[in-house]
């Protein structure tokens, strides 16, 4: 089979499509053809050893895809040659074919498409998470997402709109921020032409209830003082390559929340019940996943710049029917 491979540390132009053997399903595991993969800011920081873990080359790198299964091994339940399924993992994920275990599978919705299916993995379940268990937002809330055209920040919005936020989109271009609009946002910033702490204070004069901050940088301040009293701020990653440092007089003056989410930090029952909503919403059509671009395999170096580089708008994909 054809797959992606980092051979060595660098920048996305060290990857290059090689031929590899996949070994037979071991007990656990299954195999999974895959149709298409989704390209996410971790592949591009763990491709230059930059991530929090490392992986020793080579490697193939990839978090996230969706196939149909194609190998069962020894004692699996719950899934069969044919189905069609979505996986996530560190990485491996830019091959024609995997094998995984089977417990880092799911199946997909009737009626989602196989891309979409690709598109809906990490960053939506990670946006949703953040806005159910960590930023509590409820119907009628301020929310502001920083890096709003992004694909954590994109499904934000989307889903910050689906749970009846008012939706205030920060990012970096026209064009991101038109598909926030699009997608429901209330108020879009363009923050490279403003003062941003100015412009929140403008469109939201009372104050926000809750921050989701993707990016980091000099971004993550003038957002922490937007928030009212009592306000949640969401840290979920540093997109921007830099860990802002915080003024905890903020945190005390306001009294304001800082979290950060992780996916091990939810309850177990609050994790289920927020990813069965997750599928419901994706079943039903009422979230549906911004595909930005799609890239063959021979052109991962290409995806992967374009992630790198902050060009992404929502979701981009790996073709590998």
Same mark, same amino acid.
């Given at each position: 089979?054809?797959?992606?491979?980092?051979?060595?540390f660098?920048s996305p132009?060290?990857?290059?499509?090689?031929?590899?053997?996949?070994?037979?399903?071991? *007990?656990g595991?299954?195999?999974?053809?895959? =149709?298409?993969? $989704?390209?996410?800011?971790?592949?591009?920081?763990?491709?230059?050893?930059?991530y929090?873990?490392?992986? *020793?080359?080579?490697? %193939?790198?990839?978090?996230?895809?969706a196939?149909v299964?194609?190998?069962?091994?020894?004692?699996?339940?719950?899934?069969?040659?044919?189905?069609?399924?979505?996986? @996530?993992?560190?990485?491996?994920?830019?091959?024609? *074919?995997?094998?995984?275990?089977? $417990?880092?599978?799911a199946?997909?919705p =009737?009626?989602?498409?196989m891309?979409?299916?690709?598109?809906?993995?990490? $960053?939506?379940h @990670?946006?949703? &998470?953040?806005?159910r268990s960590m930023?509590?937002?409820?119907?009628g809330?301020e929310?502001?997402?920083?890096?709003?055209?992004?694909g954590?920040?994109?499904?934000?919005?989307?889903?910050?709109v689906v749970?009846?936020?008012?939706?205030t989109a920060?990012?970096?271009s026209?064009?991101?921020?038109?598909?926030?609009? +699009?997608y429901?946002?209330? &108020?879009?910033?363009?923050?490279?032409?403003?003062?941003?702490?100015?412009?929140?204070?403008? %469109?939201?004069?009372?104050?926000a209830?809750?921050?989701?901050?993707p990016?980091?940088?000099?971004?993550?301040?003038?957002?922490?003082?937007?928030?009212?009293?009592?306000?949640?701020?969401?840290? %979920?990653g540093?997109a921007?390559?830099?860990? /802002?440092?915080?003024?905890?007089n903020?945190?005390?003056?306001k009294g304001?929340?800082v979290?950060?989410?992780?996916?091990?930090?939810?309850?177990?029952?609050?994790f289920?019940?927020?990813?069965?909503?997750?599928?419901?919403?994706?079943a =039903? +059509?009422?979230?549906?996943p911004?595909?930005?671009?799609v890239? /063959?395999? @021979?052109?991962?170096?290409?995806?992967?710049? &374009?992630?790198?580089?902050?060009?992404?708008?929502g979701?981009?994909l790996?073709?590998?029917r």
């Amino acid at each position: 089979m054809r797959a992606a491979v980092c051979p060595a540390f660098g920048s996305p132009e060290v990857v290059r499509i090689e031929q590899r053997d996949v070994p037979p399903a071991g *007990r656990g595991q299954v195999g999974v053809r895959v =149709d298409a993969a $989704a390209v996410n800011f971790p592949d591009v920081l763990l491709i230059a050893d930059s991530y929090q873990v490392s992986l *020793r080359p080579p490697f %193939v790198p990839g978090s996230e895809f969706a196939g149909v299964v194609d190998e069962v091994g020894s004692g699996v339940d719950g899934f069969a040659v044919g189905d069609r399924v979505t996986g @996530t993992g560190i990485a491996g994920a830019f091959a024609e *074919r995997v094998v995984v275990d089977a $417990a880092s599978l799911a199946a997909v919705p =009737d009626g989602l498409d196989m891309f979409a299916a690709a598109a809906s993995g990490v $960053a939506y379940h @990670t946006a949703l &998470h953040s806005l159910r268990s960590m930023a509590r937002v409820r119907a009628g809330d301020e929310l502001v997402v920083l890096g709003a055209g992004g694909g954590v920040g994109l499904a934000a919005v989307q889903l910050g709109v689906v749970l009846g936020a008012q939706v205030t989109a920060v990012a970096s271009s026209p064009e991101k921020l038109a598909a926030a609009s +699009r997608y429901g946002a209330n &108020h879009a910033i363009d923050h490279r032409n403003v003062d941003l702490r100015a412009a929140l204070r403008d %469109v939201i004069p009372a104050g926000a209830d809750a921050v989701l901050d993707p990016v980091g940088g000099g971004l993550s301040e003038p957002a922490l003082r937007s928030l009212r009293r009592g306000g949640r701020f969401v840290t %979920v990653g540093f997109a921007s390559g830099t860990i /802002p440092r915080i003024p905890l007089n903020l945190v005390l003056i306001k009294g304001v929340h800082v979290l950060g989410f992780q996916f091990q930090d939810v309850p177990a029952e609050e994790f289920a019940r927020t990813e069965e909503e997750m599928r419901t919403l994706l079943a =039903d +059509r009422r979230v549906v996943p911004h595909i930005g671009a799609v890239y /063959p395999l @021979t052109e991962i170096a290409a995806a992967l710049r &374009h992630v790198a580089d902050g060009r992404a708008v929502g979701k981009v994909l790996i073709d590998l029917r």
